[in-house]
């Protein structure tokens, strides 16, 4: 059986590294000789071979009807050139799914990159660009074997929106 979908919008709020802390954390820019400390990307990538490249995306729209985690490693995601973008994200946790009450998106500005927490669900990025280019870093086999996706559609009936601005 299909469940009717149900629109809902979520209003992206611009990134800090104290909103952000339930799913990961945003990292901003720092003096060249500044030490290693609690404001650098805290990495787990243990588990396999690291994999750091650059994908370029094309737009797809605001709108989304699944949502992803990888419970082996961290995810760190940036875009080149200076774009910003947005993101939907809903804390890591124990449960099969997460909790749609629990999403939440944010605007992040071209000036910083988020590392995103061991089992964050996350859906995007995106952008309203044409096109933008990300660094990536996760581990080499990540979407072939750490890769958990939410139907939000067949589970709950529910489509969302990212609104920005």
Sequence with gaps: ?????????????????EN???FGQV???????????PADAQLKLDAGIPRFYIMTLMNRGMRFRTIT??????????ALE?????????????????D???IRAF????NCFIKLEVGTWHAGPYFRHSAVSFYN?????????????????GEFGLEFEIMDG
């Design 27 to 37: 990292i901003f820019p720092s003096p060249d000789e500044a030490t290693f400390g």
């Design 137 to 153: 870093l996760e581990l080499s086999d990540t979407n072939e074997v750490d890769h958990q996706t939410c139907n939000l559609a």
């Design 20 to 22: 952000f802390t339930p």
């Design 100 to 102: 749609p009450q629990a």
């Design 1 to 17: 059986m299909t469940l009717p979908l149900t629109l809902y919008q979520l209003s992206a709020q611009p990134i800090t590294a």
């Design 69 to 78: 985690r990888h419970q082996r490693c961290t995810q760190c995601l940036g």
């Design 82 to 98: 200076g774009k910003d973008w947005l993101i939907a994200v809903a804390p890591p946790g124990a449960a099969e799914q997460p």
């Design 107 to 110: 605007h992040i500005p071209g």
